[in-house]
């Protein structure tokens, strides 16, 4: 719907389920949060980045939310929305945009995402949205860069 009925300058309303992330990693208290988005996925990560980035509302210092579509002009989704809360938060949000869908390739292979997504370290959670193939690859990759499962949230 959002690529082939709206027209530019169409507004729509978007309500997010019950959806909430829950860690259950023992590295507490989380003061860095990586998201690892695709598509879509990336709307929930734009309101868990505006929730949490305030300064005094939570422990996270830093966030990053790396963006995979398949094409550039999916960027359209949200990429005014995601640059507003960059321009909020210069010295604690990091985006990186990717134009790869994965479908053929891991994401090891993208050099772009192993300097965006860092190693794991006790304290960062790593958050996964998107479609169902590509939260496969990306929790897979997260375990390669020495995440535990219980340090990774998964929003389907």
Do not use: H
């Not at 005094?56 to 550039?72: H, I, N, Y």
Request: proline share 5%.
């Amino acid at each position: 719907v959002l690529k082939e009925e709206l027209q530019v300058g169409d507004e729509i309303a978007m309500k997010l389920g019950d959806v909430g992330l829950t860690y259950r990693g023992q590295f507490l208290p989380v003061k860095e949060m990586v998201f690892i988005t695709a598509g879509d996925g990336v709307i929930p990560a734009i309101d868990q980045v505006r929730t949490v980035l305030p300064e005094g509302v939570s422990s996270v210092q830093l966030a990053s939310v790396l963006w995979c579509c398949k094409d550039t002009k999916d960027f359209d989704i949200a990429d005014k929305e995601l640059e507003t809360e960059y321009k909020k938060y210069p010295s604690k949000l990091a985006v990186t945009c990717v134009d790869d869908d994965f479908q053929g390739s891991d994401m090891k292979d993208n050099e772009d995402i192993v300097e965006s997504v860092p190693d794991f370290l006790p304290g960062i959670m790593a958050i996964v949205a998107g479609p169902r193939s590509f939260r496969a690859k990306a929790k897979k990759y997260l375990s390669t860069r020495g995440y535990p499962s219980d340090t990774i949230c998964v929003m389907e």
